[in-house]
C-alpha cells in the first residue's frame, strides 16, 4: 500500500554553491559512499543536486518532512548494478522510518535536478 508521495527539484547552480562555500555542508547532507560517488562524475555537481532532490522528496513523502531521529546523510542513494537508482535508509533514520519499501526516481540536466519518491508499507 502506497504511504506517500513526494517530488523535489532543485536549482544545481544553489547545491554547487552550497558544497563550494559552506564548510561541512557536503558532508552533512550525503553519506560517505555519496560523495565518493558524485565526486568521481564529470558533471559531478549534477548528481550531488539529484541526490539532494531524492532527500527532499523522501522527507515529503513521509508526510512529517525532517524530524528528529532523522538525518540527512542517512538517507542514501545508491546504483544498482545496471545503474538504476535506490534509496536506502541508514543509522537511526532507518530506525526512526522502520521497515518500508522506498522507489525513486532521478533525473538531471546541466541547471536542473529533480526526483520522485515513492513509499509503501
Keep these: 500500500m502506497v504511504t506517500g508521495i513526494g517530488t523535489?527539484?532543485?536549482e544545481t547552480g544553489r547545491i554547487a554553491k552550497a558544497i563550494e562555500k559552506e564548510k561541512g555542508f557536503?558532508?552533512?547532507?550525503?553519506s560517505k559512499n555519496e560523495i565518493a560517488y558524485c565526486?568521481?562524475?564529470t558533471n559531478k555537481y549534477q548528481h550531488y543536486a539529484a541526490r539532494f532532490a531524492a532527500k527532499e522528496a523522501f522527507f515529503k513523502a513521509m508526510g512529517t518532512g525532517w524530524k528528529n531521529g532523522t538525518a540527512f546523510h542517512e538517507v542514501e542513494i545508491i546504483n544498482t548494478g545496471n545503474g538504476k537508482p535506490e534509496l536506502q535508509?541508514?543509522?537511526e533514520t532507518a530506525v526512526t522510518?522502520?521497515?518500508v519499501r522506498i522507489h525513486v526516481?532521478?533525473?538531471h540536466v546541466k541547471s536542473m535536478a529533480t526526483a520522485v519518491v515513492v513509499i509503501e508499507q
Design 8 to 10: 523535489d527539484i532543485v
Design 26 to 30: 557536503r558532508e552533512l547532507v550525503f
Design 39 to 41: 565526486e568521481s562524475k
Design 89 to 91: 535508509l541508514l543509522g
Design 97 to 99: 522510518v522502520g521497515a
Design 105 to 107: 526516481s532521478l533525473s
